[in-house]
Antibody
Framework: EVHLLESGGGLVQPGGSLRLSCAAS????????MSWVRQAPGKGLEWVSS????????YYADSVKGRFTISRDNSKNTLYLQMNSLRAEDTAIYYC???????????????WGQGTLVTVSS | QSVLTQPPSASGTPGQRVTISCSGS????????VNWYQKLPGTAPKHLIY???QRPSGVPDRFSGSKSGTSASLVISGLQSEDEADYYC???????????FGGGTKLTVL
């Protein structure tokens, strides 16, 4: 059974940093691209970042480019999102998702974690 | 503003058929497949439709999807109270080189 478990969320001041983790199990982790999708309070779903199965290819939304870094450790079956220079508008629930189309990034997310809340506030 | 355009709200009574539209462009829906997600309050999004019209295992056949040109639709037949949720369309955008979501449609079951 596929399982994704996020951790690392919390309260951080504007300008601060946070690293999210997503522990994956139940599938061959390196065989799938992985993504982060967030939902701010009262807002819709927003794609944040994706990485290919190997981790070589990475993609970022313009809103986080230059501030967030996605990475993965296939030996640990874990996905990461390093978030720097955090802003109030980054406040959201961050979901870890698996791309269903294999090692290449897509818009088809078949499994989602339960999400981790990031609050940016002074 | 979302790259894909959805109506902000939709409604229907139990048993009715409801259609939610998703409008895109030649760089996303026009050349790539469409996915639909269901988001219930307090829960993670659920993959409802992939490849325009395919249902993942476990999704009731009351949910169906279609695509024509640069637009797509999600149809819910035999509406049930538990279908009250937010629905999002998504597709890969070749110009932006990333996935894009619609703004979401809040479905109310009257």
């Amino acid at each position: 059974e596929v399982h994704l478990l996020e951790s690392g969320g919390g309260l951080v001041q504007p300008g601060g940093s946070l690293r999210l983790s997503c522990a994956a199990s139940g599938f061959t982790f390196s065989g799938y691209a992985m993504s982060w999708v967030r939902q701010a309070p009262g807002k819709g779903l927003e794609w944040v970042s994706s990485t290919s199965g190997s981790g070589i290819s990475t993609y970022y939304a313009d809103s986080v480019k230059g501030r967030f870094t996605i990475s993965r450790d296939n030996s640990k079956n874990t996905l990461y999102l390093q978030m720097n220079s955090l802003r109030a508008e980054d406040t959201a629930i961050y979901y870890c998702t698996r791309d269903s189309e294999g090692a290449v990034a897509s818009a088809s997310f078949d499994y989602w974690g339960q999400g981790t809340l990031v609050t940016v506030s002074s | 503003q979302s790259v894909l355009t959805q109506p902000p709200s939709a409604s229907g009574t139990p048993g009715q058929r409801v259609t939610i539209s998703c409008s895109g462009s030649s760089s996303n829906i026009g050349i790539n497949t469409v996915n639909w997600y269901q988001k219930l309050p307090g829960t993670a999004p659920k993959h409802l439709i992939y490849s325009n019209n395919q249902r993942p295992s476990g999704v009731p056949d009351r949910f169906s999807g279609s695509k024509s040109g640069t637009s797509a639709s999600l149809v819910i037949s035999g509406l049930q109270s538990e279908d009250e949720a937010d629905y999002y369309c998504a597709a890969w955008d070749d110009s932006l080189n990333c996935p894009v979501f619609g703004g979401g449609t809040k479905l109310t079951v009257l």
